[in-house]
């Protein structure tokens, strides 16, 4: 027996259960406490409610059924009389609003459910409507349906396993509407893709004329004869004046978060400078004896150099020569095997004032590589 019954069962064992009126007064009983019931819970949802209202229904039905008058089985079930519980007067309920208590007919005798003889008997089952009750019923029975019940639960898992069935039936109509979607999407953007260009490489592309080559700017400065030379390649060649060397460190300026040490090994002496993280060069002073002779001219500076073993950096290099301008920043890949970096500098016909330098980053990249100077001098081209 479930909770639904149970109640309705013991609130009519309170009273004359053979009485139609009391039987009514319970049957509303039951609706109104359902009724208090899910009012007391916003949570339950319309279908829930309605539900439960039927689950009720159903089981007043079922229970009336023993209280109608047994008939015996002659002919079909239609023909006996039908008890019913009239609701002509059971509007749907507004939210704010309570609908009026409806009527209860009982059509025909009330007798007692069992027979006097052994005849064959058939059970008619009433209607009973859904009953919207507007109060509690005075003298009749307490009925709590504040838990959900039983009969109420069954019916929303079978409602459930019918919505999950029919959505089941439609899961492969979507995929196939969701998969050509994506294909027709896809096809679009192949096809504007081709037309676009995207696949096209970048020669098919350009359809430019050929434009001259670009000119290499000072930042990014290559000598003239494709790369650096070999040491002692052109010294025969060339009248050398000698700005830097390693015996004498004398004129050479390390700021403080960069480093500048004598070392020598097997190539002979150089200087290794280490440029600190801010960036910053080590200065080789160039004296003003130097820059006089080569006012006017054209000069071609030579630093020998190379990088610490087993790391390659890239170098720049500044020049001021006070009145006689600057040479650019000039940048170069310093390798592990010492060559010359050279770069020449125009300088205008007047007398210089002072000293100049020259300032050489050792890393360019601010990693904190090494570079080995070897020498650094310069010749006036003929």
Known sequence: MDAIEKAIRNALEKGNAEDRAYREKVYRAAFAALDRALQ???????????????????????????FLPAVPDVGPQGDAPAVELGADSAPAVETGQQAPSPDVVVEGPVQSARPADDTPRSRVLPVVPDIMPDATLPDAPSIDMSAPTSAGTAAEVAADRDERRIRGRRLPLTAIFLTVTLLAAVGIGLFFAVQTGVFKTSAQLDTAPPQAPPTVGDDDFTPADGGPAKPGAEDQARDWINVFSPTDASHVSAPSDAKAEVMKDDTGS???????????????????????????????FDIIARSEEGKETQMSVDCNFGELGDCGRKRYAVGQQQNEYLFDVQFPDKRPGSAGTIAINSDFDKQGKAADIYEIRVSVEP
């Open 40 to 66: 007391a819970n916003p949570t339950v949802t319309v279908e829930v409610a309605i539900k439960r209202r039927k689950a009720i229904q159903a089981k007043i039905t079922e229970i009336e059924s023993e």
């Open 270 to 300: 150089f200087l290794r400078i280490r440029s600190g993280a801010s960036g910053s060069a080590i200065s080789f002073d160039v004296g003003q004896g130097v820059l006089e002779k080569l006012a006017g001219k054209h000069a071609v």
